[in-house]
């Protein structure tokens, strides 16, 4: 499955608009407040990968399902809770695409 926030895959032609999709996580345990900033602050990046990592597995299942073998034009949005929980929403179009030909001659 190709994933892209551009509109269009070069090499590629885009045979069908299928659906809108998207893939939502949030972190599992709270952020925990730490007097040394650079472990805060580390901690942060690390919940935030991860949360990111699932939501990225959302969207390619969700795009599966359609039978989509590619998600163009996506847009990943992060939260950030008052009460330290992480947020991440990302959406984008379900495509079918085809290799482009190409002339060898």
């Known amino acids: ?51 990111k990592t699932k939501a990225f597995e959302h969207l390619k299942e969700n795009a599966d399902k359609l039978n989509a073998n ?6 990943v949005d992060i939260d950030f809770t008052a009460s330290n929980f992480i947020t991440v929403f990302i959406s984008g179009t379900a495509v079918k695409i085809l290799k482009t030909r190409t002339n060898n001659g």
């Not at 069908?16 to 407040?33: C, F, H, L, P, R």
């Not at 590619?70 to 847009?75: F, L």
């Open 1 to 51: 499955m190709i994933l892209t926030t551009t509109n269009s895959i070069e090499g590629f032609t885009i045979a069908e608009y299928i659906d809108i999709v998207s893939g939502t996580a949030v972190n599992a345990q709270k952020m925990t407040m730490t007097f040394n900033m650079q472990k805060f602050y580390d901690g942060i990046s690390e919940s935030i990968d991860e949360v």
């Open 70 to 75: 590619a998600v163009v034009g996506i847009k």
